[in-house]
């Protein structure tokens, strides 16, 4: 094969793959949600069907995440950061001086994730990270339509900023 050459591929047909039955139910329930672009959204103007919609996934999300979170000893607070809802979450053990944070996005496709998923999500991550944590719970549709989720991921990475040099700022998060 030569630099021009495309590399072989394989195509597999669509298939329909079942849900493993030895996952817990709660992996099985998001598992079983199917994927995002098949899923049947409300109609654009139907913010209470969003609402629902939102609330309905986050029930299941949260399901999944909260016995993780519960097993993790961590400090957690409510703030607002720069106008932005947060969680700052310090695990057990961080130092005092540790001069690191984690700025933790939840996952949920800037529409869903919010509230208890958001701060279930940033317990298990940021004692994954080792590092206290800003869990970012950042504005949503159908209430706050794009570009809100961004603006307040920026806005809490700046205020992150003022007080932490950039290296020592985790981003991670889900999705």
Same mark, same amino acid.
């Given at each position: =094969?030569?630099?021009?050459?495309?590399?072989?591929?394989?195509?597999?047909?669509?298939?329909?793959?079942?849900?493993?039955?030895?996952?817990?139910?709660?992996?099985?329930?998001?598992? +079983?949600?199917?994927?995002?672009?098949?899923?049947?959204?409300?109609?654009?103007?139907?913010?209470?069907?969003?609402?629902? =919609?939102?609330?309905?996934?986050?029930?299941?999300?949260?399901? =999944?995440?909260? %016995?993780?979170?519960?097993?993790?000893?961590?400090?957690?607070?409510?703030?607002?950061?720069?106008? @932005?809802?947060?969680?700052? !979450?310090?695990?057990?053990?961080?130092?005092?001086?540790? %001069?690191? @944070?984690?700025?933790?996005?939840?996952? +949920?496709?800037?529409?869903?994730?919010?509230?208890?998923?958001?701060?279930?999500? +940033?317990?298990?991550?940021?004692?994954?990270?080792?590092?206290?944590?800003?869990? !970012?719970?950042?504005?949503? %549709?159908?209430?706050? %339509?794009?570009?809100?989720?961004?603006?307040?991921?920026?806005?809490?990475?700046?205020?992150?900023?003022?007080?932490?040099?950039?290296?020592?700022? !985790?981003?991670?998060?889900?999705?």
């Amino acid at each position: =094969m030569t630099t021009g050459d495309a590399p072989p591929s394989l195509h597999v047909a669509a298939r329909d793959v079942p849900v493993p039955p030895f996952l817990s139910p709660e992996a099985r329930a998001v598992l +079983g949600m199917g994927s995002l672009g098949e899923a049947e959204y409300p109609a654009l103007d139907d913010l209470d069907g969003w609402r629902a =919609m939102i609330e309905a996934r986050d029930a299941v999300v949260l399901a =999944m995440l909260e %016995p993780r979170a519960s097993l993790v000893e961590a400090k957690v607070m409510e703030t607002d950061l720069d106008g @932005v809802k947060t969680f700052l !979450i310090t695990p057990k053990g961080t130092p005092k001086d540790d %001069p690191r @944070v984690c700025l933790e996005i939840h996952g +949920g496709g800037l529409i869903m994730g919010g509230g208890a998923c958001c701060r279930a999500m +940033g317990i298990t991550n940021g004692a994954v990270a080792g590092a206290r944590t800003w869990a !970012i719970d950042y504005r949503m %549709p159908p209430d706050h %339509p794009y570009p809100a989720a961004l603006d307040d991921c920026l806005a809490a990475y700046r205020a992150l900023l003022r007080e932490h040099a950039a290296e020592n700022i !985790i981003v991670r998060g889900g999705s």
